[in-house]
Every structure is written in structure tokens, then in C-alpha cells.
């Protein structure tokens, strides 16, 4: 794994709550190659956008590295970090939310660089501000709009151009197209493409849609309750999916060719609470396949073949159950 | 087909919405029907004008901003337009009953699901308290809720459950028609896969016909029998659901399919509808498409498109498809 | 690129244009503008006092006192048979001063303070917001008056004391905007840009909360002035015979029931005032708001 380009190792993220410690994020390893997308997909509270926050130290990780190029994240002073934000940026999921209401776009766009003073000069600072613009398809005259007089679709490329203005080398995508609508999620995704072929960027690619998430990935890996659960890479997931909760998770989504698909699995009840969870595999209260050694134990992250990552203690007799 | 099995017959629908960028065109003579028992897809993107068609069944267009101005909703074969607000009032949750996107808020916070459910009984059957809780906690066995919950306020149940409640009281009263505006989008893949499983089982027990608002082709492919695309205030596209997956005709619905990544397709590439849907203030001329369209022509810059039959029960609203022929 | 100069057509309009822009919104909103002129004809009398006034505010004439408004002393007379106008024009100086430094000295601190507490949370938040508690929980014009007691009257301390004792109310507003504020995600959009915290305060979080700050002030300003007025009134404010308009409400209280216009015309003094900031500052806080601008 020399060229990996960021490495998280055994991080974790534990909020404390009322009801106890919440672990959003128990112990996750992956890593990214540069050039490449991960994707990372989950339901709702499985730790994914915990995860890209903590990479970032927008949330402060609770333990575990984050090496970037070899230089773990987690330890930089708050100087060097700030150095560091310039390579690492983040889009958030809500175009709404994520752009200060009272700021026109050119303000938004040139935030960062002034931040980081990336440039002495207004008219450089102009020129870069309008060149990323044209980059991420805005047209020059929206320079004074506010986004509240925007799309969805061009607000959206108003984060995108905010992350890209400082020249990252690497990018978390949280939920970039979740709230937009299929034509412009569309648009979106296509451009977010494009950018990586053109400027050589890394992706985190942070969803809840599988389908999303096939469409842009390299590799893929699968988030249950604060773990990974499977990590391989875009086809071997779909083809033969390895975990019982990626092979439920694949077959609840809604197909326009159900014809096409296998099997539909149904899960029944609910993500257990993060707060406080029981040791053994998080899975296995849902698991058709559960045994007694899966409540007891917690299976580990393992390699199963070439670049695939499962942790399940008996993946390999599932294939065998549905052999028969 | 004849109209009596028709359980609700939309002709010539039109809203508008009065604001102070201008008029906002968001249903324009839309025509659609649905037979009893039957399930209709209606998809479209935000704006298209899918939840003020829904809410002007229920006769509840937000006014003054919003008016009806004109069209007829024939349910039962009644004009529900005509009708009194007082008649309108004991046919919504009875007859025509709602289930709204959110299901965090739909929900009254401070009364436990049983009241809730139990209140819906109460104001359309003439029936004990007590009976209508019993119901209420029938209905609540029947959506997958153990009965003793009925005590339990909705903060104690997670968004699938609540999800569940919320079906429960749009069934209680066992109406003819659920409208069920994206009942599935807050909620998380494999839960949606429960609740439109559960929906599924529902309207077969029931024999309800159901207008599912949505804006996910794979809900549509799973759970309904027809579908009708939406653009702009009217619907493009209405057919049997395997037709319109087997040949989608008009170019809205075909480039709607080439932007969703499907799970079960190896496309490289998204295929994207250029440019943004019309300021619903200010519709092109013609057809409201043609500004996207990439097969538009003269004419469709000009004149309304004629709603076409391409197929038995297949109507495309597009001039590729001459008067009744079968264009290509 | 070497076509640097050659602006594209939208040339982006930078601050100066943002401030004539939020001009020419609250231009457009005429019950702003004419508080803003209300307000004008206020400070500009109170800026020229000494030579808009018919009389100097201390001017007796005790053959002459109680008169009723006539042409001579168009507000009518006092106790002191001194001109109710002159002293209404001169006491403008006083109580505008109070109202606004008050107001303004208690928005900076107490704002400050509900930024610190709502930002930084935990104990920092703790500790602050006691305290403001232990001040809210005495009666503000019994704080006031301590303070003032302490310090000693004069027209400097009773702003100071008038400034103290509304600080609670203004940090406790801040700090509640700043908590809906700062779980946005622009807030934390700014801090992977790599912003520090004072930035974040100061340019995301603040003129997003200065809605409820405007709202608040201009009604502290009302307040302001009569705590100051209640103050001279016990003899720890301003001394008389200085005119001032709280002062001389106070004053003519006795008196209200045969000799009305004595309280009646600086109460319409400060009436004036709150209207004018009141219009006013509704007028603002609109056009501050992008949001608001394509709503016209």
C-alpha cells in the first residue's frame, strides 16, 4: 500500500451523550490510492459522515491515525493543519445549509483563499475565483448572486468550486448529490468526473445510494454501525456481494429491472443504537445467518482475495448455504 | 375501458399559484385516471406540479395563494370540486386519505400513536372511545407494530416505525384512495424496502387504490401498476408500467432514465437532460420540454403537443409520435 | 491568463457596492426611510440645540410659570415658568446620548459575551451565562442603581449603569442565535477552509444573527432612556436643573392632571425616537438579509 495517498488506521469517534458513549465511528481501516474514488455507502448513523469529518478533524477523532502521504493528520499543530486543509477538502450534502446565506458567491468561492492568503493581490485573487467558476460550469455573471437566488444544481457547484479554489489533492464527498433532483444529480455527478480526470483528484465518496455510489467508485466499502463491514473493489460488491448486510442492503434498493435481481432480502427491525453497543457483530441481530459465536466475538476486517475485505466470521459458508 | 370502473377520473386539472414573481402555472389541464385497486406511479422532479395535483384531489391547494381554476375531479363518480367544504371534510381521511413525506413530522408530538390513530377512527365512524382504540391497536398489529406500542408517544419510535403509524392512520378508516406523496424518501434503503414491502401487502389485502408520488423510477418498477410522468404541470407520459419501462417514448421520460444510475446497469456514463426545469412563472411556449429536448423541432417550439396513444393505454404527449401513428 | 483586465461584463461589485446595494434596498422601504428621517430631525436638533432653541434650557421666568402652549412657548411652561420646547430641544442632547451609548456599550458587551458562551459551549458557557443570570436576577433598575451609587452620578456613569444592567438580555439573545447558527454546515464548511475561530464568529456567525440583535436594540434604546430618566428622577442620574426627557416626565408627573403638556411633549420626544429606530431598524434588518431582496 505505498501509493496510497491517505491511510486511516483503527480510527474511532465517540461522542458522549446523555445516555452513555455514543460510537459513531469504532475502530475503521481503509485506505485511498491516489487518483482513485472510495466510496463509502451506510444508512443513516452508520458513522460515514462521521468518518469524513473525522479524516478531516472537523471532528476531533477520538484515537487512530490519519495518515496523509505518510504524515499522520491527527497529531499536526493546529498550524500545520490549517496548511494541511489547503490538500484535504470536503462538499457537504446540503446545498442550502452549507452556504452562508448573507455572502454573494464570489465572497463564498474566495473564502478559503483568503483564509489560507493564497494570494497577495485582489486581482489574482479575482482571476482564480472567476477560473473555478468556469471550471465547475458557472456562468461568469452569477458572480454577485446569493445563493438563496440559486438552484440546488448551482449551488451545489458553488461547494464544489469552494473546495476546489485552494487546489486540493484530495476531496471528501459527503452526500454531494443526495438532495438534489435526478436530472441535476445527473449533472452533478458527471461534472464531479470530469474534475477528477481533469485536475487528478482523490474522492471520498460519501452515500446512502448504492447505485450512486457504483456509478463514480473504485472501490467500495460498506458501513454497519460504526465499522466496515466489506470493502472491495466497484463490481466483485455487486457481483458477489460477501457480508449478509451488503447482500440485503444491495437487494432492498429499488430497481427499474427487478426482473434482473436475484433475490430480495428484507431485513427486519431496525439499526440497533450506537450508544453504548454490545460486543460481537453488530450485524448479527439482523443476520438470517447469525450464530452463537457471532454475538460473542467481534469479527475483524480480513483479506479474502485479491482487494477484498470482509468481516464476518462465516462469509464463506454463506456462499456455500446458497450453492445448495 | 368503461368509466364506471374508473374510481377516480382527473380531467383538465388546472392550478395556479398567485405570488409575487407572477403567476405560477404548476397544474395546466392535466387528465389522468385510475381504476379501483390499482397503484399509479406519478413521477416528476421538484416543481413538476406531482403534490399540487394530489393536494387539489384533497381539495387542499394552500389558498389564497393557490386556486383551482378549473377541470373536474370525478371520485365515485362524483365532481369532488363541486362539493361542500363540510362533504369535502368527511370524505378526506374516510375516503381519500393522505401519507405525507416526513414522517417526523407528520406526527403529533405529545399524543400517544394510539390517540392518534384512534382520533382518525373517532371523526369518520360513529364508534365508542374504546372501540376506536381497539381498532387503533388492530391497525397497529396490522402495519407491524405490536399492539401494547399503542400507548407509546412517536419520539420512541425510529422513522420506519413512524413511517408505519402514519400508514396506519391513512388505512384506519379503509379508504378507497390513498394518496401517498413520497412516503419512502426519508427513510433509509433496506427500511424502505419494509414499508414499500408492507405497503404492497396493504393494498392487496385492502383492494385500495393508491397514487404513489415519487421521484425514484425504481419505486415506481417495484410497486406499481401504472405510471404517469410529469413535467412542467402536465403529465408527458402515461402507461401501464411495463410498457413505459419496455419503451419509454417521450424524451423527458427517456432522459429521466439516462440519469439514474441503476444498480442493475453497467453504464460508464450518466446521460444528462441539459439545463434546468422552467421558472413555472414563465413556461416556454409549445412544448414546456422543448428548450431540453434534443430532438425538438419547429413546431414544438409553437403549438401544445398532442397527447398521442402509441400504444393501448400508452399516451405520449410529443409531437415524435404523429397523430396515432407509431413514430420512430 | 493575460486578459486580466479585461473584466468579464458582471465585474464583481466588492464591499463598497454591498454597502450601496443594502442603501438602495432600504431606500425602497418608505416606512424605514422615514424613521430615518425622524431620526435625522432629532439628532440634528440635538447637534444645533443652542440655536434651534427659542430659550436657554434654564431660562426661569416665575411670573410666567405653568402657561399653557401659546405662541410664545409653543410647549407651554413649567414649574419654573422655564420654555418646555427649549428644554424638550436641549434635553434631546442628553437622552439620545444615554440611549444610544447605553444601548450600543450593553450590544458589544453582551453580545460578546453570548458569542463567547455560545461558541465555545461547556463551561465556558456555563460560567458566563451564571453570571448573567445572577445579574438578571436582580431588577434592573435596582442594578442600575447600585452601580450608579457606586460609581457616583454623572452623565458617564449613569450610561455605564444603564449599559450594565441590560447586558444579560443582549448576551442571552446572541448566545441563543449562535447556538441554531453554529451547527450549520457553512460554519463547518468555513472551518475545513481552515478558518479560525474568530473569523468564524465574527464573519459566518454574527451577521447571521442580527435579526434579533437589531429587534432588541432599538427597543433597548426605549428602555435605556427611562431607566436613565427613573435614575435623575432618585437623583443618582443627571443633575438638574440639566434638561433631559426622563427627567422632566418624572417631573412633571405631579402635575399631570392640570398641567398635561409638561409630561406630554417629551413623552412624545421619546415616542418619536422609538418609532423612528423602530421603523428604522425593521427597515435594516431586511435589507441586510439577501434573502429578503427578490421578495420586493
Redesign the interface.
Known amino acids: 500500500m505505498s501509493e496510497a495517498l491517505l491511510e486511516v488506521k483503527g480510527l474511532k469517534k465517540h461522542f458522549e451523550t446523555k445516555k452513555g458513549m455514543l460510537h459513531a465511528i469504532d475502530g475503521v481501516d481503509f485506505a485511498i490510492r491516489e487518483g482513485e474514488t472510495l466510496g463509502l455507502v451506510g444508512e443513516s448513523g452508520c458513522g460515514k459522515s462521521t468518518t469524513g469529518?473525522a479524516i478531516?478533524r472537523?471532528h476531533e477523532p477520538s484515537s487512530g491515525q490519519v495518515l496523509y502521504r505518510g504524515e499522520d493528520v491527527t497529531r499536526l499543530s493546529p498550524a500545520r493543519m490549517?496548511a494541511m486543509?489547503?490538500r484535504m477538502?470536503?462538499v457537504?450534502?446540503?446545498p442550502y445549509?452549507?452556504?452562508?446565506?448573507?455572502l454573494?458567491v464570489?465572497e463564498l468561492i474566495a473564502?478559503?483563499l483568503r483564509?489560507?492568503r493564497v494570494y497577495a493581490r485582489k486581482?489574482?485573487e479575482?482571476?482564480r475565483v472567476?477560473?473555478v467558476m468556469e471550471l465547475v460550469g458557472l456562468e461568469?455573471?452569477?458572480?454577485?448572486s446569493?445563493p438563496?437566488?440559486l438552484d440546488g444544481g448551482r449551488r451545489q457547484r458553488i461547494?464544489i468550486a469552494?473546495?476546489l479554489s485552494?487546489e486540493p489533492e484530495f476531496v471528501v464527498l459527503d452526500e454531494p448529490v443526495s438532495a438534489l433532483d435526478v436530472c441535476i444529480q445527473a449533472q452533478i455527478l458527471n461534472l464531479m468526473a470530469e474534475l477528477q480526470r481533469k485536475l487528478g483528484l482523490t474522492y471520498l465518496f460519501i452515500s446512502h445510494n448504492l447505485s450512486v455510489v457504483k456509478h463514480v467508485s473504485d472501490r467500495i466499502a460498506v458501513m454497519y454501525l460504526g465499522k466496515i463491514v466489506e470493502l472491495s473493489d466497484y463490481k466483485s460488491i455487486f457481483v458477489e456481494p460477501l457480508h449478509p448486510y451488503t447482500q440485503a442492503l444491495l437487494s432492498a434498493i429499488p430497481t427499474t429491472r427487478p426482473e434482473r435481481r436475484k433475490e430480495r432480502i428484507i431485513l427486519e427491525g431496525d439499526v440497533p443504537s450506537p450508544i453504548e453497543p454490545s460486543p460481537g457483530c453488530r450485524f448479527c441481530g439482523r443476520c438470517r445467518y447469525r450464530r452463537e459465536r457471532c454475538a460473542a466475538e467481534t469479527p475483524e476486517l480480513r483479506e479474502v482475495g485479491a482487494g477484498r475485505f470482509v468481516a464476518c466470521h462465516y462469509y464463506d459458508a454463506l456462499g456455500e448455504k446458497k450453492g445448495n | 375501458m368503461s368509466e364506471t370502473t374508473m374510481l377516480l377520473d382527473i380531467r383538465g386539472l388546472t392550478v395556479r399559484y398567485g405570488t409575487?414573481?407572477g403567476e405560477v402555472r404548476a397544474v395546466e389541464g392535466l387528465d389522468l385516471s385510475l381504476a379501483r385497486g390499482e397503484t399509479l406511479g406519478f413521477v416528476g422532479e421538484t416543481g413538476a406540479g406531482k403534490t399540487t395535483t394530489a393536494l387539489a384531489v384533497m381539495r387542499l391547494v394552500p389558498e389564497p395563494a393557490g386556486r383551482i381554476c378549473g377541470g373536474e375531479v370525478i371520485f365515485e363518480g362524483e365532481d369532488l370540486l363541486k362539493k361542500s367544504p363540510r362533504d369535502m371534510r368527511s370524505i378526506r381521511g374516510s375516503k381519500i386519505s393522505m401519507i405525507f413525506q416526513d414522517p417526523m413530522t407528520s406526527l403529533d408530538p405529545v399524543k400517544t400513536v394510539g390517540e392518534q390513530i384512534a382520533e382518525m377512527i373517532g371523526l369518520h365512524e360513529s364508534v365508542s372511545r374504546r372501540e376506536a382504540l381497539a381498532k387503533a391497536q388492530a391497525m397497529l398489529e396490522t402495519v407491524g407494530i405490536r399492539a401494547e406500542r399503542s400507548g407509546d408517544y412517536p419520539h420512541q419510535f425510529s422513522g420506519g416505525m413512524k413511517q408505519r403509524v402514519v400508514i396506519a392512520i391513512a388505512l384506519a378508516c379503509n379508504p378507497a384512495l390513498v394518496i401517498a406523496d413520497e412516503p419512502t424518501t426519508a427513510l433509509d434503503v433496506t427500511i424502505q424496502a419494509q414499508v414499500l414491502d408492507l405497503m404492497r401487502k396493504l393494498k392487496d389485502r385492502y383492494r385500495t387504490s393508491m397514487i404513489l408520488i415519487t421521484h425514484d423510477l425504481g419505486v415506481v418498477a417495484e410497486t406499481c401498476d401504472k405510471a404517469a410522468i410529469m413535467y412542467a404541470g402536465n403529465i408527458v407520459e402515461y402507461a401501464d408500467k411495463a410498457s413505459l419501462f419496455a419503451r419509454p417514448s417521450h424524451p423527458y421520460t427517456q432522459g429521466l432514465f439516462g440519469s439514474v444510475p441503476d444498480i442493475e446497469s453497467d453504464a460508464e456514463s450518466l446521460n444528462v437532460i441539459s439545463g434546468l426545469t422552467p421558472d413555472p412563472t414563465d413556461l416556454p411556449p409549445g412544448c414546456p420540454f422543448h428548450p431540453r429536448c434534443p430532438r425538438a423541432e419547429g413546431a414544438c417550439s409553437t403549438q401544445a403537443p398532442p397527447k398521442v396513444e402509441i400504444e393501448e393505454g400508452h399516451f405520449v404527449r410529443c409531437f415524435l409520435h404523429g397523430s396515432g401513428g407509431r413514430a420512430r | 491568463?493575460n486578459d486580466?483586465n479585461a473584466k468579464?461584463?458582471?465585474?464583481?461589485?466588492g464591499r463598497k457596492?454591498?454597502v450601496l446595494e443594502v442603501w438602495r434596498r432600504l431606500k425602497r422601504n418608505r416606512l424605514a426611510m422615514a424613521g430615518l428621517a425622524i431620526l435625522a430631525v432629532l439628532f440634528l436638533t440635538a447637534l444645533l440645540a443652542d440655536l434651534v432653541a427659542p430659550f436657554p434650557s434654564d431660562k426661569q421666568d416665575l411670573e410666567n410659570t405653568f402657561s399653557f402652549p401659546s405662541r410664545a412657548h409653543l410647549f407651554g411652561t413649567d414649574e419654573f415658568g422655564r420654555d418646555i420646547l427649549s428644554r424638550v430641544i436641549h434635553g434631546s442632547r442628553i437622552s439620545l446620548s444615554v440611549g444610544f451609548l447605553a444601548v450600543g456599550f450593553s450590544v458589544v458587551i453582551g453580545g460578546a459575551i453570548g458569542a463567547v458562551a455560545g461558541f465555545y459551549g461547556k463551561r465556558i458557557d456555563n460560567v458566563l451565562m451564571r453570571f448573567m443570570d445572577v445579574l438578571m436576577s436582580i431588577p434592573q433598575i435596582l442594578l442600575a442603581i447600585s452601580i450608579v451609587a457606586a460609581l457616583g452620578p454623572g452623565l458617564w456613569n449613569l450610561m455605564i449603569a444603564v449599559g450594565i444592567s441590560s447586558i444579560p438580555g443582549y448576551a442571552r439573545i446572541v448566545r441563543a442565535s449562535v447556538l441554531s447558527i453554529k451547527d450549520?454546515?457553512?460554519i463547518?464548511?468555513?472551518?475545513?477552509?481552515?478558518?479560525g475561530d474568530a473569523?468564524i464568529i465574527f464573519r459566518?456567525i454574527v451577521?447571521?444573527c442580527l435579526a434579533p440583535i437589531i429587534v432588541q436594540s432599538t427597543l433597548g434604546v426605549a428602555t435605556a432612556i427611562l431607566t436613565a430618566a427613573g435614575l435623575s428622577f432618585i437623583g443618582l442620574g443627571i443633575q438638574p436643573p440639566t434638561p433631559e426627557w426622563g427627567a422632566m416626565l418624572s417631573g412633571g408627573r405631579g402635575y399631570i392632571r392640570d398641567y398635561w403638556y409638561m409630561t406630554l411633549f417629551p413623552g412624545l420626544a421619546i415616542v418619536f425616537t422609538i418609532l423612528g429606530l423602530n421603523v428604522l431598524g425593521d427597515g435594516l434588518r431586511d435589507a441586510?438579509?439577501?434573502?429578503l431582496?427578490?421578495?420586493?
Not at chain 1, 140 to 144: F, G, Q, T, V, Y
Open positions: 469529518r478531516l472537523l490549517k486543509r489547503r477538502q470536503i457537504f450534502q446540503d445549509s452549507s452556504l452562508n446565506p448573507r454573494p464570489a473564502e478559503p483564509v489560507n486581482p489574482e479575482a482571476e472567476a477560473a461568469a455573471r452569477l458572480i454577485d446569493y438563496h437566488e461547494g469552494r473546495a485552494v | 409575487q414573481g | 491568463m486580466a468579464p461584463a458582471a465585474a464583481r461589485r457596492g454591498r450549520r454546515e457553512y463547518e464548511a468555513a472551518r475545513a477552509a481552515g478558518s473569523r459566518h451577521p447571521n441586510l438579509d439577501p434573502r431582496k427578490s421578495s420586493r
